[in-house]
Nanobody, 121 residues
Framework: QVQLVESGGALVQAGGSLRLSCAAS????????MGWYRQAPGKQRELVAT???????NYADSVKGRFTISRDNAKNTVYLQIHTLKPEDTAGYYC???????????????WGQGTQVTVSS
């Protein structure tokens, strides 16, 4: 099996910064795209940013210029650096990874349990 464990969430003041981390472990042959999603109370889960194994990134318009996604392929870890936090960034942040467990196996999508980011005004 594959486990994704997020960390780094916190209660911060508006304008502050955070760095979220997500480490994948278990039986892993390769990881394709990794990404961050967020879900605020009463809202649907939405894409924040994704990054391919080759480093190609994609961001939601609402976070461009403030969020930076990166990854360490050797550590199977993805990061999300967040600057200039706003109250509307308050949400549970979830990590996602497309994982191939065997060389000739299929890719499957895995989710972490989430880490809470709360931004006070």
């Amino acid at each position: 099996q594959v486990q994704l464990v997020e960390s780094g969430g916190a209660l911060v003041q508006a304008g502050g910064s955070l760095r979220l981390s997500c480490a994948a472990s278990g039986t892993i042959f390769s990881i394709n795209t990794m990404g961050w999603y967020r879900q605020a109370p009463g809202k649907q889960r939405e894409l924040v940013a994704t990054i391919t194994s080759g480093g190609i990134t994609n961001y939601a318009d609402s976070v461009k210029g403030r969020f930076t996604i990166s990854r360490d392929n050797a550590k199977n870890t993805v990061y999300l650096q967040i600057h200039t936090l706003k109250p509307e960034d308050t949400a549970g942040y979830y990590c996602n990874a497309l994982v191939r467990q065997r060389r000739w196996g299929n890719e499957y999508s895995y989710w972490g349990q989430g880490t809470q980011v709360t931004v006070s005004s």
